[in-house]
DNA sequence: TTGAAAGCGCTAACAG
DNA sequence: CTGTTAGCGCTTTCAA
């Protein structure tokens, strides 16, 4: 017969104390005789007492939990190698502090409306933003409720209300793009990913401070982050720009299409097409030829956002942070 | 100036009846005049009243929300296909309901410690667990916590107490073993995830139920579902299999690592060797060739788990599902 | 340094 | 059908 689960009331019988005194000790209070302190620590593993939450937040309207929003749309937000490692560095620091990560996805109005709604009921003491596009109209939603926020990569117009963690995505395309200028490619276009995005924007931006007024229309493309958008942004560059010798793909995954589009178009790789790509993710090594590619410090970026998140609850001032990258020469360039 | 956050109180006053009813109204009570109820729905969107879970949970002590444990290390749980799918549709089901998905990963001691505790402390409703393993040290303080649980993926050794949603591993790996005999091909070996997991195990049941006693030692290796792993394994059934004119790979991850073995190792895919993967994950399609593999439908997968835990909390009984497979044929085999 | 006591906002049992 | 009421378990004054 499982017993009821103790309260604070059966500890403070057990250990001989009061409630109060109790609480002090797993609050880590400085008035309270080590007597006291031992005695309820005693009591606690005696009893295997784990606190209820509910109460403790009904008192204080602190929630213990951090909402992580996902606003990217599926096929990305799977794709995405910041996603998991954000979550998992998440979940260990706010375990390590008692709090836990609330998942949250909001790529649509239903979505949002309910992020909106969980945010202003006061469910959450603050907030994980990962990828957000610079118009999503959850941001509004965001600044409304008053809840502190952090993003993984910067929030395209917030970056000055929003504190972020991000890789240099202008610093990677231009390693990139040098690599390629270096190995004595003179034709190179480009596929950017969305332009509301950082990595969208700031990679075409170290693309084309490398190459200069070099660059015209016809050797850009806009992607999407997919690969098959990837394939056929490969497929209208080519058009665009026939005798291109290399193409730098603002992410693996979009450079993954690439590859199969230069393919069907029989060119090889990098003998015709020198192909770079950024991201540095599992399927950088998984395409033929592997992908030379800009790797993220992923971790560290990801641990940089949650203690930013934790700084801003403790009220301490927070400085946005950006990281730089790597490039991994592998097959392709 | 932000007011305070409206309770209970605000909207019982606003609608000019009692909190006691205002409470019925918000849990769909039938005991409510159609006056009352429209009265206390003006108000509530008036005040822009939401409840306070907190308060809520220490009344009804159900917290409202469900956990999301992870017990697979990194990569694997990273390139999961299941994971993604299974995290939207549980959000937004759950979402519905008005619960949250809390994530916990406990790959490690401190990792099961922390959910043990969370457990413990009666923080979650209910737990999905996804691609658990046998012999998982978790599993037994799930048990003891008495916390309704289900699995995405069958729960090995469990099956019968931990209710799952999964797809016909055994059927999907005959599936795919049957084409390759059906394309001629005599001499197939076999790479298998860890046995200690359903696709592990049920994988290679349905491999060699259609190969019967021509299935030898030799011609099965075990991998770990990593890319790396399916290179490393495919190396190793080079080795010991040499005249091999086929291969079945329990996942499109080890696949994609056997892709580049076989490359390697000079054979031509699928002129000398036939490959068929499983899952029909993301990087099926990234491969050169493209992966013939098993599809598994995530999405009612997904969906089905939840609805049993669904109904696994409405104290319903419920019986666990498995879902036909569907063999994707694309250049590898 | 400690105990006593007052609620936080909600639900549910009871009385009407 | 509705109002009243008694806590759920905790933190935090306030006194002592």
Partial sequence: MPRKRPTINDVAQ???????????????????????ELAVRRAVSETGYVVNRAARSLKTSRTGSIVMVLSEPQERLFEDPNFSVLMRVATNQLAERDMSLVLMIADDVGGRERVARYLRGGHADGILLISTHADDPLLEAIERSQVP??????VLGRESVIPYAAADDRGGARQATEYLVDRGRRRIGMITGPLDTPGGSLRMEGFT??????????MVVHGDYTQAGGERAMHRLLEAFPNLDAVFVASDLMAAGALQALHAAGRSVPGDVAVAGFDDSAIATATNPMLTTVRQPLDTIAEETV???????????????VLPTELIVRESA
């Fill in 14 to 36: 057990a250990s001989g104390v009061s409630r109060g005194t109790v609480s002090r000790v797993l609050n880590g209070q400085a008035n309270v005789s080590l007597a006291a």
């Fill in 307 to 321: 203690r930013l998140l934790i700084a801003l609850l403790d009220e301490q001032d927070v400085q946005s942070v």
């Fill in 149 to 154: 926020a952090v993003a993984c990569g910067a």
């Fill in 209 to 218: 401070s490398v190459l200069g007024r070099k660059v015209t229309k016809r």
